[in-house]
C-alpha cells in the first residue's frame, strides 16, 4: 500500500525528472508562458550561449503588461501603436524572439491575445494535472485545473527554455478547508481576500495550498481561478484545487485541449489527482464559508483585508512595534483616518480588470450591477478592461459593453492595464481606486496611487456610490440580481484506484537510473566531471567546505561567486516589503539586467521637489555610512513578497548589496537571489534584532562567510554560529556556476522522461502547436478559433 498522498505530492511525483542527495529535484515543465516582461533577459541569455527552445509546443508567449488599451480598431503595428519607447521595445523585442525561436505568439493584432493568466486557460493550453510555469507571480491561477502553476524569475524562464525543466525543492503542504456554502451575493475575491486577512501574506510561505471543501467545490473554474490567482498573495508557491467535472466540462473544446481518445484517456487520469483520505497536510486552515461577508482591503498589503461593514483600523490598538508602524505607516499613505467606515471611504476611480477578475462572469457580475445605473458624480474614470480579446467580444455579443458604456464606463481592449500601469492606465497621485486586482502596495496604480481591493460586483457598486459600499445593500434596477458566480457542480464519484496506480506506475520504473557507472554521477554534486560541462560553465566546481577564499570569483559563465562577504549592514525595520517596492514597475522596462540601482526602493528614496525634480529622503541607504551597504539586514517578515520580478535582485545587486537577512523571505525572490549570485539569509527575529541589529546600527561591518554558513563581526567574532542555506544553491554560489549548464548534463534523464511522458501523457502532446492559422471560421467555446502570428 503505497503512502498517501496530497494532490500536490502526486502532481509533483509525475514530474520528477531527477532527484538529488540533498533533495533538490529536477522537474519537468508541461506549459510554459511567455509575456514581454521578463522575457527579454532570458532569451538574450538563450542566444548568448547558442541555445534552441526545447519544446517549442510547450511554450506560448502573448503582450499583455506593457500595452495601450485604447481601441485597436485602426492598429497597424507595435511601431505606430505604443507610443512610449520602454514599453514598445519591450514589444517588439519579443516579437522578435518568438520569430526567431518559433515559439507560438499571440500579438496585439490577434483576437486571442490577452493577459497570459487569462488566455492559457481560456485555450486549453492550461490542463489538470500539469506544471505551468510563467515569469509571473499570478501563475498561481492555474493551479484551479489542479496543475503545479508558480510564477519564475526571469534566470528560470531561460531555464525552462533551454531545458523544459526546473530546479525544485520540494514544498510544504497546506490545505485550506473552506466548509459549508458561500452566502448568496458572495464571491471567490471575498472568500479569497477573507483568507489572506486571516494567515496573512506570509501565512503560506513556502508551502503549496490546496482549496477544498464544499465552497470550493461549488466554485466555477472562473471563481476557483480567483483563488488561486492570489494564493501567492499568500506567500504561497502556489495553490491548487483538485480536478472535477466542473474543470472537464470548462477544458472540453477548447482549441488546445485534447479530443477524442486521448480526451477519455485524460479523464481517467485527470480523475485520480484528489487528495488521499489520511494525507498529511504540514498546515491545516478551516474557514466556515457562512461567515464571510463582502470584504475590502483598507491598506496598502493584500493582508489589510476587512468586511466592508468594519471600520479603519486603530494603531493605538497594537502592541507589537513593527506591526504598529506598519499600520500606521499603511493609514498615512492611504489618507485615511483610523476608526472611519469603511462604507464613508470616498473613492475617485473604478478598475474592473486584471488576471484575478476580467473574465467573462467577472464581467457578468459587475454588468449586473451596473446595469441601469449610471457611475457617480464624483467618480473621474470607471475602466472595464476585459481579460482577453475573446472574453470582450463575447461580453460584446452579450450586450454587456453597452451596459457599461451607458453607465459611464470605458469599455477598454485586453491587457494588464491599471492593475500595475506599465502602460498608460495609471492614477495620479493620491487618487483613491475600486480595484479588482490582486495588489494594493505602494505605489501600484502610479505613483502614491491609494488601491482598495474587492470583487467585480463591489467595485460596480462602488462605482455607483461614489464610495465603498455593501453590495448586500445594493438597489438593482430592472429587478436584477447580480448573478454570483457560483455553478453546481458535483465532485467526481468515479476514482478509479487502479487506474490511480497504473498512472503512477511510472514511479517503479526506473525514470532515474541507478546506474553507479553513470558518466554523471546524479547524486553527486561535488564531482561532475569538468569536461563535461557546458562550455558556458567550463570552471571547476568541486567544493571543499573548509576553503574559504576571500577574492570573489566570476564564472565563464557571468555568474559571480560568493564565499565571504564583509560589509556594512544596512537596517531596514519593515515587514512585508513586496517587490514592487525593491523596484517599481516603471523600471520593469529594461531588456537588460543591469543599470537598475537607480530604481532600487525608489519610492522611498525620492521624493519630487517643487520642480518635478528627485530629492533624497532619509531612508536608510541614503544616510552615511549605508550608501555602501552590501547587506540589507531586514527585522520584519517576507522580505521580496509580491511579483516575480528579478528586477528586484539585479537592482540590489547593481546597487551593491549582496546579502540579504531577513526572518523570512518571498520565495520566488529567494530563488531569483541565487541565481544572481546574491546570498539570502533566513534568520530568527529575535536573533537579528538581539545580535545583527546593534552591529548594523553603530555602522560597523559584519562578515558573512558562506562556505562555513556564519556570520562573524568585523573583529572576527562568531555572532551566528550556523545559518541553514540549501546545499545545492550554496554550491552553485560558492563556484559561481549556471545551472543551466548543470542541467543540461542531465539530458539522458530529461530524455527518458519525456519518452515516458509521450506514453503515459499522451495527451500532452501537441500543446500550442495545435494553434491553427484561422480566424474566426471554426466555432471554440468563444466563437473563435486560435490564430498564429
Ligand atoms: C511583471 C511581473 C513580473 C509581475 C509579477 O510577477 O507578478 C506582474 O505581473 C505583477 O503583477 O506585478
Ligand atoms: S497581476 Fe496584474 S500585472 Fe500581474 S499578470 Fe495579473 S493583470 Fe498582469
Same mark, same amino acid.
Given at each position: 500500500m503505497s503512502k498517501p498522498r496530497t494532490l500536490y505530492d502526486k502532481v509533483f511525483d509525475s514530474h520528477i525528472v531527477h532527484e538529488d542527495e540533498s533533495n533538490s529535484y529536477l522537474l519537468y515543465i508541461d506549459r510554459h508562458l511567455v509575456h514581454e516582461v521578463t522575457s527579454p533577459q532570458a532569451f538574450e541569455g538563450l542566444k548568448n550561449a547558442n541555445?534552441?527552445?526545447?519544446r517549442k509546443d510547450c511554450t506560448l508567449a502573448t503582450v499583455d503588461h506593457?500595452?495601450?488599451? #485604447?481601441?485597436?480598431?485602426?492598429?497597424?503595428s507595435t511601431k505606430t501603436f505604443i507610443k512610449q519607447n520602454d514599453s514598445r521595445l519591450q514589444v517588439e523585442t519579443l516579437e522578435k524572439n518568438v520569430k526567431e525561436f518559433e515559439v507560438k505568439f499571440f500579438g496585439m493584432?490577434?483576437?486571442? $491575445?490577452?493577459i497570459v493568466h487569462i488566455i492559457g486557460p481560456e485555450q486549453g493550453f492550461t490542463l489538470p494535472g500539469t506544471t505551468v510555469v510563467c515569469?509571473?507571480?499570478?501563475?498561481?491561477?492555474?493551479?484551479?485545473?489542479g496543475a503545479l502553476a508558480f510564477g519564475i524569475g526571469t534566470s528560470e524562464v531561460e531555464h525552462v527554455l533551454a531545458t523544459q525543466t526546473i530546479i525544485q525543492t520540494k514544498s510544504k503542504n497546506m490545505r485550506i478547508q473552506v466548509n459549508g456554502k458561500l452566502n448568496e451575493g458572495i464571491t471567490s475575491k471575498d472568500l479569497i481576500l477573507h483568507i489572506i486577512g486571516v494567515i496573512?501574506? @506570509?501565512?503560506?510561505?513556502?508551502c503549496v495550498m490546496e482549496f477544498a471543501g464544499e465552497a470550493i467545490e461549488n466554485l466555477s473554474m472562473e471563481a476557483r481561478m480567483s483563488m488561486c490567482n492570489m494564493s501567492i498573495e499568500a506567500g504561497a508557491r502556489a495553490g491548487m484545487i483538485k480536478p472535477d467535472q466542473t474543470t472537464f466540462d470548462y477544458v472540453k473544446?477548447?482549441?488546445?485541449a485534447p479530443s477524442g481518445a486521448e480526451w477519455d484517456k485524460a479523464v481517467a487520469y485527470w480523475k485520480t489527482l484528489y487528495t488521499d483520505e489520511n494525507a498529511k497536510f504540514d498546515k491545516e486552515i478551516i474557514i466556515a464559508a457562512?461567515?464571510?461577508?463582502p470584504t475590502v482591503t483598507?491598506?496598502?498589503? *493584500? $493582508?489589510d483585508a476587512l468586511p466592508i461593514t468594519a471600520s479603519v483600523p486603530d494603531?493605538?490598538?497594537?502592541?507589537d512595534p513593527i506591526n504598529k508602524k506598519a499600520m500606521e505607516r499603511a493609514l498615512e499613505y492611504m489618507g485615511l483616518e483610523a476608526?472611519?467606515?469603511?462604507?464613508?471611504i470616498k473613492i475617485d476611480k473604478v478598475f474592473i480588470g486584471s488576471c484575478t477578475n476580467a473574465r467573462i462572469e467577472d464581467l457578468r457580475n459587475a454588468a449586473a450591477v451596473i446595469k441601469g445605473h449610471k457611475i457617480a458624480s464624483n467618480i473621474k474614470r470607471a475602466m472595464v478592461v476585459p481579460g482577453s480579446g475573446l472574453v470582450k467580444l463575447e461580453a460584446e455579443k452579450e450586450g454587456l459593453d453597452q451596459i457599461f458604456v451607458d453607465a459611464g464606463f470605458e469599455w477598454r481592449e485586453a491587457g &494588464?492595464?491599471? &492593475?500595475?500601469?506599465?502602460?498608460?492606465?495609471i492614477l495620479s497621485p493620491q487618487e483613491r481606486c475600486a480595484s479588482t486586482s490582486n495588489r494594493n502596495f505602494?505605489?501600484?496604480?502610479? @505613483?502614491a496611487s491609494r488601491t482598495h481591493l474587492m470583487s467585480p460586483a463591489m467595485a460596480a457598486a462602488a462605482a455607483v456610490h461614489g464610495r465603498l459600499f455593501d453590495i448586500r445593500k445594493f438597489e438593482y434596477k430592472n429587478g436584477d440580481v447580480a448573478q454570483i458566480e457560483i455553478t453546481s457542480s458535483k465532485p467526481?464519484?468515479? #476514482?478509479?484506484k487502479l487506474l490511480q496506480e497504473s498512472v503512477y506506475n511510472h514511479e517503479k +520504473?526506473?525514470? $532515474?537510473?541507478?546506474? @553507479?557507472?553513470? #558518466?554523471?554521477?546524479?547524486?553527486? /554534486?561535488?564531482?561532475? *566531471?569538468?569536461?563535461?560541462?557546458d562550455k558556458n560553465v567550463k570552471k571547476s566546481i568541486k567544493i571543499n567546505p573548509n576553503d574559504t577564499p576571500h577574492t570573489k570569483k566570476t564564472s565563464s559563465s557571468g555568474m559571480e561567486s560568493f564565499t565571504v562577504l564583509k560589509g556594512i549592514a544596512a537596517p531596514l525595520d519593515k515587514q512585508n516589503v513586496d517587490t514592487d517596492a525593491i523596484i *517599481?514597475? $516603471?523600471?520593469?522596462?529594461? +531588456?537588460?539586467?543591469?543599470?537598475l540601482g537607480s530604481g532600487l526602493f525608489y519610492e522611498w528614496r525620492f521624493k519630487k521637489d517643487a520642480n518635478n525634480k528627485d530629492q533624497e529622503t532619509d531612508f536608510v541607504l541614503n544616510v552615511e555610512p549605508y550608501r555602501n551597504a552590501k547587506i540589507l539586514l531586514v527585522t520584519?517578515?517576507?522580505?521580496?513578497?509580491? =511579483?516575480?520580478?528579478?528586477h528586484a535582485p539585479w537592482a540590489l545587486k547593481d546597487f551593491g548589496i549582496q546579502c540579504m537577512i531577513a526572518p523570512s523571505f518571498g520565495d520566488i525572490f529567494y530563488n531569483n537571489s541565487f541565481k544572481n549570485g546574491l546570498l539570502p539569509i533566513r534568520i530568527d527575529q529575535d536573533i537579528i534584532l538581539e545580535k545583527l541589529i546593534p552591529i548594523a546600527k553603530a555602522g560597523k561591518e559584519l562578515v558573512i562567510d558562506l562556505p562555513k554558513q556564519q556570520i562573524l563581526d568585523s573583529d572576527g567574532n562568531?555572532? /551566528?554560529e550556523q545559518f541553514d542555506v540549501d546545499p545545492f544553491r550554496k554550491h552553485c554560489l560558492v563556484n559561481g556556476l549556471d545551472d543551466i549548464g548543470l542541467t543540461l548534463q542531465k539530458e539522458e534523464f530529461i530524455k527518458k522522461y519525456e519518452a515516458l511522458r509521450k506514453d503515459k501523457? =499522451?495527451?500532452? #502532446?501537441?500543446g500550442s502547436r495545435l +494553434?491553427?492559422?484561422?480566424?474566426?471560421t471554426k466555432k471554440s467555446p468563444y466563437g473563435v478559433l486560435a490564430q498564429e502570428w
Open positions: 541555445r534552441t527552445v526545447r506593457n500595452i495601450p488599451t #485604447e481601441s485597436r480598431k485602426h492598429f497597424k493584432d490577434s483576437k486571442n $491575445q490577452g515569469g509571473d507571480s499570478h501563475t498561481s491561477t492555474h493551479g484551479a485545473f496573512g501574506t @506570509a501565512g503560506g510561505t513556502g473544446g477548447r482549441p488546445l457562512k461567515d464571510i461577508i483598507w491598506g496598502t498589503s *493584500p $493582508q494603531p493605538n490598538k497594537i502592541d476608526n472611519t467606515n469603511l462604507e464613508d &494588464c492595464s491599471m &492593475c500595475l500601469g506599465m502602460n498608460p492606465d505602494e505605489g501600484r496604480q502610479g @505613483a467526481s464519484t468515479s #476514482e478509479d +520504473i526506473p525514470v $532515474q537510473p541507478n546506474d @553507479a557507472s553513470s #558518466e554523471v554521477a546524479e547524486d553527486e /554534486i561535488d564531482d561532475i *566531471p569538468v569536461d563535461h560541462l *517599481p514597475k $516603471q523600471f520593469l522596462k529594461t +531588456i537588460k539586467r543591469t543599470g520584519g517578515d517576507n522580505f521580496g513578497c509580491g =511579483s516575480s520580478r528579478e562568531i555572532v /551566528i501523457f =499522451s495527451f500532452l #502532446e501537441g +494553434i491553427k492559422p484561422v480566424i474566426g
